[in-house]
């Protein structure tokens, strides 16, 4: 235990926070991480759904839990079904053997919900095109609100591409 | 590396499979191809590799009698191959238990064989729920657990159905091929250089194992001898891409048996190397850096220096995170026994790379027959004779030191010179093989070319083929919440398999 605790204190914390003046990469993280706490406020919940992808864009996606990007601290969870959902963030391209499980996961997710497209062949099909075992991007199954290029996009990218799908999001909270 | 080819008859291919498995040797791949065109019906092709190198026999099949004598009896991993072989082309194995369809789940009829040359891949089917034939357990209290296709966590889709009494697992069936996008059919719409870029795609977290087994494929058919200095920098890179995942792979299997303070340590290390991976060579993964004929980034004394310096710390870092794994009396009690394979079960099935290193098969790609660089770097295998998920962990914590000393050994005596020699045409008609030890274990890329550099055929095939269905093994009369942290031990490819 001591051990642990050690090392944890002298890790320190890693996440991204104040921005140095010159570094554009911190700002950007920055700008993103006050932008989505105005926007979510207190929580969102994605629900990842790989429907045929290489698998590359899951690496980017699992990087947003580690502690330079530290998703978890900006009130952005994964969650383990769409009945939990608000998000759901899709990896293509979305394989003929996954389109139904696809479209029951988005059927499964209750509204209003948000589709974030990840990757290039998310976008457009990417490399593997549309063919007898590919429907191309995710927007031909499932409606799509935001998709995110990039083979894979990084984890800034896609933190990027949540963010925008949120501010997009029309607003609930008007009362008649 | 020594590669014989040959083509035989029914008989002798049985029967060299036989003498291979007698002599220790084991199946690598197994594939099918359509020769129409070329007036010789199809054929089976089998990639065999014994002691002394890789011998690959081709079985070519009539149009009448499209089918070749079953070897799954010899080698039980060939069972899953064979009948993605049906699937795919129609050509069946003589004489095997399971006739049930692999790949091929709704989307296409049962008498469509996609990768026939006749079959033209833009051809869509209307998707139908697919309905497949699980093994069902019965008895008193029996009853199962469907999973997926698509999973809790950031993972790829896959089934698992399990068989359960109680909490304690009787048996596990999966079905995969929830991934397959036509990756094979589309590379025979691509040439030769086009191809790179899939290859690099066939499994993301495996793109340089990928990459280098396409290149060398097609270096071989070509007659294309690469510069040192790429064939160093290869090694590089393959090593850097063992070191994250495996990286990554210790952190997730901290946080599977809820020690978060792994996942968060291991994932800081993992994310350091991947920016290091971007400001050296242009991208996280690697991807696309490897190329026929030789690489497609450098490294300069910086560059050289900044890897250096960054193995520095994570050694110390690495080594400190194991003494607290092996002292975490909660860590160790849910590894020990947990998934075990015995070395006997991983020598009958066929268990391959990492995971049969953990379950005492020692073979290493990279120590056995050592393409250069590593033919100069006297690569030390790391093997384990427990088989279990502490095993698996321990494989693992060991091979991130010996890729961070390969990588030391390289860079100390990185040759100057080109990057890249050019790349000739490739004769028709031609196979060329790849053979590299990812990651996860030896990738093979088989190619079979076409006219004016076009490819005829291409196989891609990931370790995880054979280790899948051994992961139905280790998980017998364990407990289902131990499944998690089996699966992740092990860490198969679903795109690989599904292609």
């Not at chain 1, 509204?111 to 031909?140: M, T, W």
């Not at chain 2, 020699?421 to 008609?429: D, I, L, Q, R, T």
Request: proline share 6%.
């Amino acid at each position: 235990m001591y051990q642990i605790i050690k090392q944890i204190l002298k890790t320190g914390i890693k996440t991204e926070g104040p921005p140095q003046a010159d570094d554009a990469l911190r700002v950007e993280i920055q700008n993103l991480q006050e932008q989505i706490l105005r926007h979510v406020g207190r929580a969102l919940t994605i629900r990842c759904v790989d429907a045929g992808s290489c698998n590359a864009c899951e690496l980017e996606i699992q990087a947003l839990n580690n502690a330079y990007y530290n998703i978890g601290g900006l009130g952005i969870n994964f969650v383990a079904s769409p009945r939990h959902a608000d998000m759901l963030l899709v990896t293509g391209p979305v394989s003929r053997h996954m389109e139904i499980a696809l479209k029951r996961t988005y059927d499964a997710t209750p509204d209003p919900k948000l589709v974030v497209a990840v990757g290039d062949c998310g976008c457009n099909g990417g490399i593997f095109a549309e063919s007898y075992a590919s429907c191309g991007r995710v927007s031909n199954v499932i409606p799509v609100d935001v998709a995110i290029p990039g083979c894979p996009p990084t984890p800034t990218a896609i933190l990027q591409g949540i963010l925008t799908a949120v501010s997009r999001r029309p607003s609930t909270d008007t009362t008649p | 590396m020594p590669i014989w080819h040959g083509t035989v008859d029914a008989i002798q291919f049985r029967s060299l499979c036989e003498q291979a498995r007698h002599g220790g040797g084991k199946l690598v791949a197994l594939w099918g191809s359509d020769e129409l065109a070329r007036n010789a019906g199809y054929a089976v092709h089998a990639a065999l590799v014994t002691a002394t190198g890789m011998l690959c026999l081709t079985l070519p099949l009539s149009v009448e009698r499209p089918a070749y004598p079953d070897i799954s009896d010899i080698f039980p991993g060939a069972a899953r191959m064979q009948r993605a072989t049906a699937d795919l082309l129609g050509l069946h194995a003589t004489g095997a238990d399971d006739h049930r369809k692999w790949i091929r789940h709704a989307s296409w009829p049962g008498n469509v064989h996609p990768l026939r040359k006749n079959f033209d891949g833009k051809t869509v089917f209307s998707t139908e729920v697919d309905a497949y034939p699980f093994v069902s357990v019965t008895g008193d209290g029996v009853h199962e657990i469907p999973v997926g296709p698509v999973h809790a966590g950031t993972i790829e889709p896959g089934h698992f159905r399990f068989s359960i009494i109680g909490d304690r697992v009787l048996r596990l069936e999966e079905r995969l091929g929830y991934t397959h996008k036509g990756v094979e059919k589309r590379f025979e719409s691509l040439n030769l250089e086009q191809g790179a870029k899939l290859a690099g795609r066939i499994s993301g977290d495996s793109t340089v194992a990928y990459a280098w087994a396409y290149a060398q494929a097609v270096e071989s058919v070509t007659g294309t001898t690469p510069p040192p200095r790429a064939l160093a920098l290869r090694a590089v890179l393959l090593e850097l891409e063992r070191i994250h995942n495996h990286l990554g792979d210790l952190g997730a299997l901290g946080n599977d048996v809820a020690l978060a303070f792994g996942f968060a340590q291991f994932w800081i290390l993992k994310e350091d190397l991947l920016r290091l991976n971007s400001d050296l060579f242009g991208h996280r993964y690697l991807m696309d850096k490897v190329t026929p004929g030789g690489v497609a980034c450098d490294l300069d004394d910086q560059g050289r220096e900044r890897i250096l310096r960054m193995f520095r710390h994570l050694e110390h870092e690495v080594r400190l995170l194991k003494d607290i794994y092996d002292e975490h009396a909660g860590v160790q009690d849910r590894y020990l026994t947990t998934g075990r394979v015995s070395p006997d079960l991983a020598a009958e099935l066929g268990l391959t790379g990492l995971s049969g290193r953990a379950s005492g098969q020692a073979w290493d790609l990279r120590a056995e027959f050592p393409c250069a660089p590593y033919d100069r770097l006297d690569v030390r295998m790391v093997t384990h004779l427990n088989g279990d998920v502490a095993a698996r962990v321990a494989v693992r914590f060991e091979e991130v030191l010996e890729s961070m000393r390969l990588i030391r050994l390289i860079l100390d005596q990185l040759p100057a010179g080109e990057l890249r020699a050019s790349v000739g045409a490739a004769p028709e008609n031609a196979l060329g093989l790849g053979w590299v030890e990812g990651w996860r274990g030896e990738v093979l890329i088989a190619l079979h070319t076409g006219k004016d550099n076009e490819i005829h055929r291409l196989h891609p095939h990931d370790p995880s083929w054979q280790n899948w269905p051994v992961l139905e093994h280790a998980v017998i009369r364990d407990v289902v919440p131990d499944f998690p942290v089996i699966n992740k031990s092990f860490n198969l490819s679903y795109t690989g398999v599904d292609l």
